[in-house]
């Protein structure tokens, strides 16, 4: 069985339909990558995943359990992190109280070292900016921040919004090659995208979004060579 | 009286407002709303309270202890029923309905306690003190006190404990907030609790400074003290403290040099003034535009 399964899912902004319907799932160990233009729903259907927005029809399910109509603050307990789109740390806090942020769900001291410990190691920069406020950073230092913050609540699955928004070309390697070491230290991750081409170099599988409707998935390395993809969203 | 015993007196007046303010700026920072019935928390306290120590003959300190519980019981329940319905409304919808619930306190007070001044007896039963010419009151001295332990307290609940960081958060970003597990609504009813609690401390300081009550004796004390936030900076803890006790000072050294008509009117130019040069008030933050 599926870890996070979409069914059906409908998001509506008020008369607006944004998300018309669209069924789509992830497993155990997977990345997955939800391309599209700008606009296409893609932020939307993540929102709508972990619960900030509310459905319209259609149902979640994660690890079994129904979290269709489950509040988003809910879903950390559960194993579910989500790295919002243009970072949102909290800009007025250090690097360190946004890390425990993280972690708020859990209670175990010993365990928040190790955890802490782990994210340092993972982001040495982070470690070296422990005590700065978090809205003095860059934006790919940002990004490391909020990705860190993410993993403090050791997610299963997490959710990941347009990591590369905005970063340097030498950040966006980077970036992408620590969420390829996510992945392989067995996190599963849902990626959402702009940058195709190097979404679809680390995704096993990916889903195109266009205007609410999925209309083309299947494996990251035959989308890469599909030529509608190609002309649409690689550039080529 | 001298100079000094009037900035004396001004401290303690705006230590009373600094402790109002809290609440304001607190609510403010958390849930983006102005609490227009914070004023009116204070006045049911003094109410609590009168009634607890005149009609049931409890002892003062437990009567406010039983005034603080009250109030914390109904800033939670005000939250509930009137603003947390309102939560995607726009603000001009959560303002009104603020003003209508203060309306609705004040009505109710006038409905079961009649519209003539009740003396209120002072809770404070410590001794004035005397340094040569200048007298300070019981009342002034524990005003000043509690705002002094008030203050510490609630910076350290917010630097060092999970609950107020988690306002922190909340205050800056509900959805990212959210996205870390915190329960907004929850931390949103624990700051209506703190800042109502703390209301009904400044009511029984400020019933015992001036001994007399009405339901209308919340109104004006609540709208000085919402100068003083926003004097202070809106949204900052210390820009609270500070806002008051300036507004104290301001306002009782008009009232001994100037003209006491003219007080109120001196108190709101300042404001008026400090606005106009720091539109963000003495600490408030400065709003960086993000390209």
């Known amino acids: 069985m599926a870890m996070l399964e979409v069914k059906d899912l409908e998001v509506h902004y008020g008369v607006i339909r944004a998300i018309k319907g669209i069924s789509f799932e992830v497993n155990e160990g997977e990345v997955i990558s939800l391309i599209g233009a700008n606009g296409a729903g893609k932020t939307t259907t993540l929102h709508a995943v972990s619960g900030l927005l509310s459905k319209s029809a259609g149902s979640v399910t994660f690890m079994g359990k129904d979290i269709t109509n489950l509040a988003a603050h809910k879903m950390v307990s559960l194993g579910m992190a989500h790295v919002p789109e243009g970072r949102r740390v909290f800009s007025e806090l250090t690097v360190l109280e946004n890390l425990k942020l993280g972690a708020y769900t859990r209670s175990d001291k010993k365990e928040l070292e190790d955890t802490l410990n782990m994210v340092y190691k993972r982001f040495p920069r982070l470690m070296e900016r422990r005590n700065q406020i978090a809205g003095t950073l860059s934006g790919g230092e940002q990004q490391m921040l909020a990705m860190g913050r993410a993993l403090m609540s050791h997610p299963k699955l997490i959710l990941m919004d347009e990591p590369s928004m905005g970063l340097s070309p030498i950040f966006v390697e980077e970036i992408f090659s620590i969420i390829r070491d996510i992945s392989a230290e067995g996190t599963t991750v849902l990626l959402v995208e702009q940058n195709a081409k190097k979404a679809l170099s680390i995704a096993d599988r990916a889903y195109v979004l266009e205007t609410g409707n999925i209309t083309l998935s299947g494996d990251a390395s035959s989308l890469l060579n599909d030529e509608s993809v190609k002309k649409a969203y690689l550039g080529e | ?291």
């Open chain 2, 1 to 291: 009286m001298s100079f000094l015993n009037y900035c004396i007196n001004g401290l303690s007046l705006g230590s009373v407002y600094a402790i109002i303010a809290l609440g304001y700026t607190m609510v403010y920072g958390i849930a983006k709303m102005l609490n227009f019935a914070h004023g009116d928390v204070i006045m049911v306290a003094g109410f609590v309270i009168y009634t607890m120590m005149n009609s049931l003959g409890v002892n003062p300190i437990v009567a406010v202890l039983i005034s603080v519980i009250v109030c914390t019981a109904l800033g939670v329940t005000i939250e509930k029923i009137a603003y947390k319905p309102l939560r995607k409304a726009t603000p001009l919808a959560v303002l009104i309905t603020a003003i209508g619930v203060s309306y609705f306190l004040q009505n109710l007070a006038l409905l079961i306690f009649g519209s003539d001044t009740k003396m209120f007896t002072s809770v404070v039963k410590v001794p004035q003190l005397k340094l040569g010419e200048i007298i300070i009151t019981g009342e002034t001295i524990v005003t000043i006190i509690a705002c002094i332990i008030i203050m510490v307290c609630l910076t350290l609940f917010i630097k060092k404990t999970k609950a107020g960081q988690a306002m922190l958060a909340v205050s800056e970003d509900k959805d990212a907030a959210e996205l870390m597990g915190i329960n907004v609504n929850a931390t949103i009813s624990l700051t209506f609790a703190i800042g109502s609690g703390l209301a009904a401390i400044a009511g029984a300081l400020l019933c015992s400074q001036y001994t007399s009550l009405t339901p209308y004796t919340g109104a004006m004390p609540g709208i000085k003290a919402f100068v003083a936030a926003v004097f202070g900076g809106i949204g900052s803890i210390p820009g609270a403290l500070i806002g008051g006790l300036l507004l104290g000072v301001i306002e009782n050294l008009s009232k001994a040099y100037i003209s006491s008509q003219m007080a109120d009117a001196i108190v709101f130019s300042v404001l008026i003034i400090v606005l106009l040069v720091k539109p963000t008030g003495i600490l408030g933050k400065k709003i960086n535009e993000k390209v």
